[in-house]
């Protein structure tokens, strides 16, 4: 048996941030122990380190698990604790789950009213500034299962952050390189033949360019793509675009930015419990995003477990 551990267990992403990292989390240590917070640091040496390293922070009694990085190092604890509980049974509202945001990419903060500070944040971890969020469960081709923090998708969003991805793999950094990927995805993707359910109903079925679905409202550095999400109602948005003409579509992109995506003519969009998406064509088995993160392909189940976690929220946090 374990023995379950008060400290704090901070998850380390050296690389994040555009390498940022360590000047900004050499001064948190200094002001977590100017704060009496009991903490342990794990440096990540790898990509998807973080899940191993959330697994044993778990096996090993901690409750209170912070990724030191963007939406990919939360996306990787998140996965590591809730795989870890799904094996043993243990449930996930044991836990409460932190961000410390050096990374390029923070958007699940902004979910959550957590400020972009990381003195801030760790003034909100010493107040106990807690709230739930849903565990949204992913299972896609091959059984792959993954777990998502915030907002997800296929077609342009999945292209994009596969592009920006590999970019950062060759070391490159910088807003340049998601210009780049926007720029290089709008003028090379084609769409995808796809079926949706939705709880069990077809919702849509044809030639798509995009679906995101969202456990929160932000995605890609101020887009609201699913702007009704809320990570703690126990519903799962989704947002369809269909083929239509490309001048037609481009007149809607303000639409991402001002929060009204969901009542534009050209998009679909609805809430569910569990969202079935499955290609209509081998063409169409596309690549999938998690929290910008790439996992796996098509065909896609999405659930909202009923489970939840405890997650660091501020006073605008939904």
Not at 31 to 38: A, K, R, T, V
Not at 83 to 95: I, K, Q
Request: charged content about 25%; proline content about 4%; overall charge negative.
């Amino acid at each position: 048996m374990y023995e379950t551990k008060t400290e704090w267990y901070f998850i380390v992403n050296p690389r994040a941030g555009s390498g940022k990292t360590m000047s900004e989390w050499v001064p948190a240590e200094r002001l977590l122990e100017q704060m009496g917070i009991p903490f342990v640091t794990a440096m990540t040496d790898h990509k998807k380190h973080a899940i191993e390293l959330a697994r044993e922070a778990a096996a090993a009694g901690y409750r209170r698990i912070a990724a030191v990085g963007g939406d990919g190092s939360l996306h990787e604890v998140l996965g590591g604790i809730c795989g870890w509980c799904a094996a043993t049974g243990v449930p996930t509202e044991e836990f409460c789950l932190a961000v410390v945001p050096i990374g390029s990419g923070n958007d699940w903060i902004k979910s959550c009213g957590v400020p972009d500070d990381v003195r801030e944040v760790i003034g909100l971890i010493a107040a106990g500034s807690f709230g739930r969020m849903d565990i949204i469960r992913t299972s896609s081709a091959g059984g792959r299962i993954s777990y998502m923090a915030n907002v997800g998708g296929i077609g342009f969003d999945s292209h994009v952050c596969d592009r920006v991805n590999r970019q950062k793999e060759r070391g490159m950094r910088g807003r340049m390189i998601y210009l780049d990927g926007l720029r290089y995805t709008m003028f090379h993707l084609s769409p995808i033949s796809i079926a949706v359910q939705a709880d069990g109903e077809e919702v849509f079925s044809g030639e798509a360019y995009s679906l995101a679905l969202g456990n929160g409202p932000w995605s890609g550095g101020g887009m609201r793509q699913v702007p009704l999400a809320a990570n703690d109602d126990g519903i799962l948005d989704y947002m369809i675009v269909p083929r239509a003409k490309l001048r037609s579509l481009v007149k809607e992109i303000p639409r991402l930015f001002t929060g009204s995506a969901h009542e534009s003519p050209l998009i679909r969009s609805g809430r569910c419990r569990a969202l079935r998406i499955a290609p209509l064509d081998e063409r169409s088995a596309d690549i999938l995003e998690f929290d910008g993160e790439i996992e796996g392909r098509l065909p896609l189940i999405v659930e909202v477990t009923g489970q939840q976690i405890q997650v660091l929220k501020g006073a605008d946090g939904r």
